[in-house]
């Protein structure tokens, strides 16, 4: 680093020239009476207005483009592992189905006047059989709702009304039904009269009563959960394929809701059947159609 300063004066002791040179690394200045020059890379980027006085244009830097913003992520767009979600309810839906065997099994039993769960009856030769595809069914059904309400605890801005009840009611219609084959009938009622007047007496298993109460919170939890991801998928266009073929597949499993209340409430009160196990039959047949739907959606959109 170097300073050096010169000055000079005329005969009346007035300053003709005065030079100043500062020197630090490669930047240097010099001033002069009535000229200024700016040398350095620091004073060609900051002085191009001098230079241009003197015919030599400082170089410019050309400004950087602005960044582009980020898209927001949507859940859409962060599909995780939704399509485990979808495996399992669609595997449950199916598992749900079993019921269906007994057109090809020799059951012994009534399909239009007997109850679905009496097809897993313990004094039924196959109700090991369909105890264990009802457990199945169960137990899909509820890790996925679990799951789908997990990831939806991950994502706020997904957490809406009616997907987190519609998610929850799919979760407790799979709880429900896998305790449904913990807690089966020691016998056939609507098949057996002395089965019946046991039942009336008090005098089965407590199974029988805990049993009603499964499988009421089974279709309570299905119901909820139909209901519920049907509105949502209409209300948040979500869900296209549930949104389209839903609404059809409440009203119906409504309409055969009411039809099995209805013989349930007959038969109780010891006016037959009317056709108790086929209005059963289409409510649990619905519930299925509507779980594959669902699983069909979520697997197409990639998101709960």
């Not at 769960?117 to 890790?143: C, I, K, M, W, Y």
């Not at 059809?248 to 038969?267: G, K, P, R, S």
Request: hydrophobic share 45%; with cysteine; charged share 15%.
């Amino acid at each position: 680093m170097a300073i050096r300063a010169e000055k000079r004066t005329n005969h009346d002791g007035r300053a003709v020239r005065t030079s100043h040179t500062w020197r630090a690394g490669r930047t240097r200045h010099t001033a002069r009476t009535g000229h200024t020059r700016h040398t350095g890379q620091a004073g060609q980027a900051g002085q191009t207005g001098q230079r241009g006085q003197e015919g030599h244009p400082g170089p410019t830097r050309p400004p950087e483009p602005a960044a582009s913003p980020t898209p927001p992520t949507t859940p859409a767009a962060r599909p995780g592992r939704t399509w485990i979600v979808a495996l399992l309810i669609g595997l449950g839906a199916a598992a749900y189905t079993a019921w269906v065997l007994e057109v090809v099994l020799s059951t012994g039993l009534n399909p239009i006047e007997t109850y679905v769960s009496e097809l897993a009856a313990q004094d039924q030769p196959l109700g090991g059989l369909f105890r264990a595809t009802d457990f199945t069914a169960g137990v899909l059904a509820f890790t996925g709702g679990l799951l789908a309400l997990l990831r939806l605890r991950g994502h706020p801005e997904s957490r809406r009304f009616w997907s987190v009840t519609g998610w929850a009611g799919v979760t407790l219609f799979g709880a429900a039904t896998a305790a449904d084959a913990w807690l089966p009938l020691s016998c056939t009622p609507t098949a057996d009269p002395v089965c019946a007047a046991r039942e009336t007496a008090g005098l089965v298993p407590a199974t029988h009563q805990a049993h009603a109460v499964s499988s009421s919170l089974a279709m309570t939890g299905a119901l909820v959960g139909i209901i519920a991801l049907t509105v949502a998928a209409r209300r948040y266009r979500i869900f296209a394929p549930l949104a389209a073929h839903g609404p059809a597949l409440v009203a119906m499993e409504l309409i055969a809701t009411a039809w099995t209340l209805t013989a349930i409430a007959m038969f109780t009160a010891g006016r037959g059947t009317w056709a108790l196990g086929a209005g059963q039959r289409l409510q649990v047949l619905l519930v299925a159609l509507w779980l594959g739907l669902l699983a069909w959606s979520v697997h197409k959109e990639r998101r709960t």
